[in-house]
């Protein structure tokens, strides 16, 4: 049984002071990087140089193949 006059249920335990609200120093050092690197305008930004890189890549290597397949001897 409850004694009278206490019908208030009590938060100490969800004091703001033992939250731990700070995010960033919980995270890992690659999701921090994912974070910063992989989203918002220096996301768009690393995929589009990585897109460009790779299709750069690509030409190359098709040039290269079609030189030695198709050089005359």
């Not at 974070?35 to 930004?45: E, K, L, P, S």
């Not at 690509?58 to 290269?64: K, T």
């Amino acid at each position: 049984m409850e004694p009278d006059g206490t019908g208030s249920v009590q938060y100490d335990r969800w004091n703001e002071d033992n939250i731990n609200m700070d995010v960033e120093a919980s995270q890992s050092t690659m999701t921090r990087l994912y974070i910063r690197m992989c989203t918002g305008t220096v996301g768009i930004t690393m995929k589009a140089a990585g897109a460009l890189a790779t299709l750069v890549i690509i030409y190359i290597s098709g040039y290269l193949t079609g030189y030695h397949v198709h050089r005359c001897t």
